[in-house]
């Protein structure tokens, strides 16, 4: 017999995630429609389009390029939150993790001017400690790590802004620009910008965050610690039980998702594409959209990249809706609500089986009856 | 000092009501993350009875406001309800995904409905100063607010409920060992519906609150602060028990009370440390405070695993 090709889970996981997105985009297109029927199909089809609602092909590679940037720090994040899934741990930090990534690779080029690599790795650091903290109440003080990852995203909000108060512009709340101040903190190019019509803000962060997506497929799926980290995961007792450091795990997973999340706020302050506002009193939201992509990529880092990309793609595309009637926020609606959807995702994959089940189970039926039925003909001739 | 009082009283209020709330979710079983959510539609809610109705005599604008902030409430944690009790879903993810859903349905439909009334207004605000005025009372210096009768009546419910009545007792045993509850006839799908609508109505009145108390005019765009995830610390510390989470209450709103009127308490003022530091205070004492108590936590056993009638 044929084997079914919805009984590969990856399979399952690809109809899951297309189901959610949708799902998400309908509710987005008939929430449009409900503030204002008139533009409402153009708007959706504007934020699905993104760059390519731009009449002219070498600004369509811009702005293609524009989106990519966003991207590098998206999929961090979203690897961040999807390593830490896979030992069991919801790392919601990543938000805040993010934040003090920023903070550090800011303060490190603007207030010490450091070069790049340092400033990355500033960051990095910064970003481990921050999420060692979470790791450390979780494994020795049985916080959950939610509500420690929340509280240490205001604090490390609060702490940022009280930072780079001392680098920005002496009119604005904005920190300095890194291209006229601190030109050697920029991260390099090797030439990609002239891929994307000489987009100075495409640089290696864009490849390298792809790497790093390969980087912890391979650790998690074909390295002796990646087994023990989600053995830990799926059992915390088993695990122990087996001989595995279920504490020394849950530390070290937090330090790495910390990391990743952290150098995602490198990759994007590094560029310049954005100045650091020293007055935000919301917490970004890099850090959440991370979650929606991991989730959305079905926890799989290659499938993270595709899932980063379309949210930051949708993202985006919020800003060309017509803003006389909608706002751009839609897009934040489209995103969360394909993270609502997500947490069905354990049940599409139940009906899809359960629908599998039953119709096996019919065809056996009947290939068992007309067997009989064969068989009873036999006799009467 | 006085004004101290009073900030630590309303922002107390604020923690308690919504601490309740998922006190309520989590003796049923329910994690409920998705509060701070709960709360922006809450308040969401509330401003939209004072924005439409604001011409209503004092009384009765004050109940209003209240039902609008419950209603919403009530119908925005059936989101949760649906996922986490019927299907099944993994509620950590739920619950953040209302809380992100929350923030941009509130400020799409906000703006939306400003454009709508004057093209010309992007905003995302709602004010309230006029409405605002029927929940103050003044004595002497003292202000007093309405919603902190509303907390403590919210308190007296919420004690007599879980530990009084059948209904109570009932919901805590489905959180606790759903399939003993089962066992014994109760249906334990409709106490985790009830437990998660009731921390809606608790979480929807602690939204309005905290929109009132801190402003006269709200930008949805900017949510609650992290103040649903705060009363979650709070309710731990509380250990579950109401009586215990009203004193937890009051111990944060201080804290949280200081960020707002340090600069006009002589001895604070004079230490001139930068107000980003009151600022970060509640959330750096809640850290402190769960890493020393959730050791010993008492929390529901059954909390955050879906009941599934076939696993006995």
Redesign the interface.
């Known amino acids: 017999m044929k084997k079914n090709i919805l009984k590969n889970s990856a399979v399952q996981s690809l109809i899951a995630s297309l189901l959610c997105i949708i799902v998400g985009l309908l509710i987005g297109y008939i929430v449009l429609l409900c503030i204002n029927p008139a533009g409402a199909a153009d708007s959706i089809l504007a934020v699905i389009k993104n760059f390519l609602n731009s009449s002219r092909a070498n600004l369509r590679v811009k702005y293609l390029g524009n989106t990519l940037v966003k991207t590098a720090p998206l999929l961090m994040c979203s690897l961040s939150v999807l390593f830490a899934y896979k030992v069991g741990l919801f790392n919601i930090g990543a938000a805040g993790q993010f934040v003090v990534g920023s903070c550090a690779c800011l303060i490190a080029a603007l207030g010490f001017g450091w070069n790049w690599l340092f400033c990355l790795l500033f960051a990095i650091a910064v970003g481990a400690v921050y999420g060692a903290i979470v790791g450390l109440l979780k494994a020795y003080c049985n916080v959950n790590e939610v509500i420690s990852g929340i509280m240490l995203n205001w604090i490390g909000l609060y702490a940022a802004n009280m930072i780079l108060t001392g680098v920005k512009e002496p009119t604005s709340p904005y920190t300095l620009h890194l291209t006229s101040e601190a030109p050697q903190a920029i991260l390099p190019s090797l030439g990609l910008e002239k891929l994307f019509n000489n987009n100075q803000y495409v640089t290696i962060a864009i490849p390298l965050s792809i790497l790093l997506a390969i980087v912890i497929y391979v650790m998690l799926e074909k390295t002796k610690l990646g087994y023990e980290l989600r053995a830990t995961g799926n059992n915390k007792n088993a695990a122990k039980y087996a001989g595995m450091a279920e504490k020394r795990n849950i530390i070290l997973t937090l330090v790495i998702a910390g990391a990743l999340a952290a150098m995602g706020g490198a990759f994007l302050y590094l560029t310049d594409y954005e100045q650091w506002s020293c007055s935000q009193s919301s917490v970004p939201g890099m850090g959440f959209n991370g979650i929606a992509a991991a989730f959305l990529g079905g926890l799989n880092p290659i499938g993270a990249i595709l899932s980063s990309y379309f949210i930051q793609h949708i993202t985006n595309g919020g800003a060309y809706v017509d803003l006389t009637k909608y706002s751009s926020q839609i897009s934040d609606l489209i995103s969360s609500i394909i993270i609502y959807l997500c947490g069905f995702v354990l049940f599409i994959k139940y009906a899809i089986n359960s629908g599998i089940a039953k119709r096996e189970e019919k065809q056996a039926a009947k290939q068992k009856t007309d067997g009989v039925e064969e068989t009873g003909k036999g006799g009467e001739a | 000092m006085l004004l101290l009082l009073q900030y630590t009283l309303v922002f107390a209020s604020v923690l308690l009501l919504v601490a309740l709330g998922g006190c309520f979710s989590e003796h049923s079983g329910i994690i409920n993350?998705g509060l701070e959510g709960i709360m922006v539609l809450g308040s969401l809610g509330g401003a939209l009875v004072m924005r439409f109705f604001s011409g209503l005599p004092a009384v009765i604008m004050v109940f209003a406001v209240l039902l609008g902030a419950i209603a919403f409430g009530m119908a925005y944690s059936c989101?949760l309800g649906v996922?986490?009790i019927n299907?099944?879903?993994?509620q950590?993810?739920?619950g953040?995904?209302?809380n992100?859903?929350a923030?941009?349905?509130a400020?799409?439909f906000v703006?939306?409905m400003n454009?709508a009334a004057n093209?010309n207004d992007?905003s995302?605000s709602i004010q309230y100063i006029e409405p605002k005025k029927a929940f103050l009372l003044r004595f002497g210096g003292f202000e007093f607010n309405w919603f902190m009768l509303v907390a403590v009546v919210g308190l007296v419910v919420a004690y007599i409920v879980l530990y009084k009545t059948k209904f109570g007792l009932r919901l805590m045993a489905c959180g606790e060992h759903p399939q003993a509850a089962d066992s014994v006839g109760i249906n334990v799908y409709k106490m985790r519906w009830a437990g998660v609508l009731i921390s809606g109505v608790y979480g929807g009145l602690g939204g309005i609150c905290y929109i009132m108390v801190s402003a006269s005019e709200w930008k949805f765009?900017?949510?609650v602060?992290?103040f649903g995830?705060?009363a979650?610390?709070v309710m731990?510390f509380g250990q579950w028990k109401p009586t215990r989470i009203a004193l937890t209450a009051l111990l944060f709103g201080l804290f949280r009370a200081l960020a707002s009127v340090y600069s006009g308490i002589g001895f604070l003022a004079a230490l001139n440390i930068?107000s980003?530091?009151y600022?970060?205070l509640p959330?750096?004492v809640?850290?402190l405070v769960?890493?020393?108590t959730?050791?010993n936590?008492r929390a529901p056993k059954a909390e955050g695993i879906p009941y599934d009638k076939g696993q006995r």
């Open positions: 993350l989101l996922a986490s299907f099944k879903a993994d950590t993810i739920v953040t995904a209302m992100m859903l923030t941009a349905a400020t799409v703006k939306a454009t093209p992007v995302s765009e900017d949510g602060a992290g995830f705060l979650l610390a731990i930068p980003t530091v600022n970060m959330y750096i809640s850290l769960l890493a020393l959730s050791k936590s």
